[in-house]
């Protein structure tokens, strides 16, 4: 984890960079159009009596909002974004998710509604090395009507290659199409994953640590292009962190879990060292 310290001061709010590159954009406007698009109440995941993974959770995001899910390991973090989308059975509580609401558990009918309007993003990117940057985006299309056309592009529709390429190009990698993925940086493989995502046109982005194995400059480039390519399509996007700068800088909002529970969650920009502290201290 990155300390906190280099990022706030004692007594003084974070600053984003993002809201710095963002100044020019009113945030009314932003706020019009940010809707709930997920809602929890009370929600429990418990495996037994004696190991309570998430105890009580309550919490919305708008459409638009970038979200930053911070916590230590075993907070809860990769559980909760498990429950969210219907991968988890809960033990208790409601959850609403892109016009889908479930409690226990979500059907198979509902868990196909929530994923084909979500996109993923994981900290080993999952990229298939063999194969061309733009064969690993259109795997993007898999699990749609007729996606086994898209194990290869050379296969695929043409929309969905020129769908793949604009990704490749909203993420600055149309000259990278025709490499393969093991030829790729870090940051380059993560970058595709990132287009990969984009290319279903998602209404929410759920990241986990998609910064966490990049050089600290690659990571800096492939968080800012993320957030900058939700922001400019109005994707709801959540990402966990154990980097404090990212979860900080990138969101509009931090929330943090402790002890399966939320300790605090407020606008990036009012969030202070010592809230930081109090979430990892034991």
């Given at each position: 984890?990155?300390?906190?310290?280099p990022?706030?001061?004692d007594?003084?709010?974070?600053k984003?960079?993002?809201?710095?590159?963002?100044?020019?954009?009113?945030?009314?406007d932003?706020?019009?159009?940010?809707?709930?698009?997920?809602?929890?109440?009370?929600?429990?995941?418990?495996?037994?009596?004696?190991?309570?993974?998430?105890?009580?959770?309550?919490?919305?995001?708008?459409?638009?909002?970038?979200?930053?899910?911070?916590?230590?390991?075993?907070?809860?973090?990769?559980?909760?974004?498990k429950?969210?989308?219907?991968?988890?059975?809960n033990?208790?509580?409601?959850?609403?998710?892109?016009?889908?609401?479930?409690k226990?558990?979500?059907?198979?009918?509902?868990?196909?509604?929530i994923?084909?309007?979500?996109?993923?993003?994981?900290?080993?990117?999952?990229?298939?090395?063999r194969l061309?940057?733009?064969?690993?985006?259109?795997?993007?299309?898999?699990?749609?009507?007729?996606?086994?056309?898209a194990?290869?592009?050379?296969?695929?529709?043409?929309?969905?290659?020129?769908?793949?390429?604009?990704?490749?190009?909203?993420?600055?990698l149309?000259?990278?199409?025709?490499?393969?993925?093991?030829?790729?940086?870090?940051?380059?493989?993560?970058r595709?994953?990132?287009?990969?995502a984009?290319?279903?046109?998602?209404?929410?982005?759920?990241?986990?640590?998609?910064a966490?194995?990049?050089?600290?400059?690659?990571?800096?480039?492939?968080?800012?292009?993320?957030?900058?390519?939700?922001?400019?399509?109005?994707?709801?996007?959540?990402?966990?962190?154990?980097?404090?700068?990212h979860?900080?800088?990138?969101?509009?909002?931090?929330?943090?879990l402790?002890?399966?529970?939320?300790?605090?969650?407020?606008?990036?920009?009012?969030?202070?060292?010592?809230?930081?502290?109090?979430?990892?201290?034991?």
């Amino acid at each position: 984890m990155t300390s906190p310290d280099p990022v706030l001061s004692d007594n003084t709010p974070s600053k984003s960079i993002s809201s710095e590159l963002m100044s020019d954009v009113p945030l009314s406007d932003n706020s019009k159009v940010m809707a709930p698009i997920l809602r929890v109440q009370n929600l429990k995941k418990s495996y037994d009596k004696e190991n309570v993974i998430l105890n009580g959770i309550s919490l919305h995001i708008r459409e638009g909002e970038t979200v930053a899910l911070i916590g230590s390991n075993g907070a809860g973090k990769s559980t909760l974004l498990k429950c969210l989308v219907g991968l988890h059975e809960n033990t208790d509580g409601d959850v609403e998710v892109l016009g889908t609401r479930f409690k226990r558990t979500a059907t198979r009918q509902q868990r196909h509604n929530i994923r084909k309007q979500i996109g993923f993003v994981f900290q080993n990117h999952g990229l298939v090395k063999r194969l061309s940057a733009h064969t690993n985006v259109v795997h993007g299309f898999l699990g749609q009507k007729g996606s086994w056309r898209a194990f290869n592009q050379a296969f695929a529709p043409q929309d969905w290659r020129e769908k793949a390429m604009h990704a490749l190009e909203a993420v600055k990698l149309s000259d990278k199409a025709k490499d393969r993925a093991d030829s790729l940086s870090g940051g380059q493989a993560q970058r595709v994953a990132i287009a990969r995502a984009l290319v279903r046109e998602p209404r929410l982005l759920i990241a986990d640590e998609p910064a966490a194995s990049l050089d600290p400059a690659s990571g800096h480039t492939v968080m800012q292009q993320f957030v900058d390519l939700a922001r400019e399509n109005n994707i709801t996007l959540i990402f966990t962190s154990h980097d404090m700068e990212h979860a900080v800088s990138y969101s509009d909002r931090v929330i943090a879990l402790k002890s399966g529970k939320i300790h605090f969650d407020k606008p990036s920009g009012e969030v202070s060292k010592a809230d930081l502290h109090g979430v990892f201290d034991q």
